[in-house]
């Protein structure tokens, strides 16, 4: 699993993605000719601190890597950009809601 870095592949991303919505979540794909995903995230100051920003950071990252190991073929290698919208996240299942975002690209 990849980062994405550096300002071209970001601009490449934002202007030629794909983009799934659910809830809070903001998927943006790309496909780039890459073996693995890349994976990149956005994730506004009014979500919370940057404790609870990092939080939700790991834990769709932990979520993208375990939906990538159990079924390959359901992620598309490519770049990916995570949105994070500023919702209250205490009642939000980050997983269960980037699964379901993933399944509608």
Request: a positive charge.
């Amino acid at each position: 699993m990849g980062r994405v870095s550096g300002r071209e592949r970001h601009s490449a991303l934002l202007k030629y993605g794909k983009r799934a919505h659910h809830g809070p979540i903001s998927v943006v794909f790309l496909s780039d000719g890459s073996d693995i995903p890349s994976l990149a995230f956005s994730i506004t100051r009014k979500v919370g601190s940057a404790v609870i920003r990092n939080k939700i950071r790991r834990q769709l990252r932990e979520e993208f890597r375990r939906l990538y190991v159990l079924d390959p073929e359901s992620i598309q290698p490519g770049s990916y950009l995570i949105r994070i919208k500023p919702e209250p996240w205490k009642t939000k299942n980050p997983q269960k809601i980037l699964e379901e975002a993933l399944k509608k690209l």
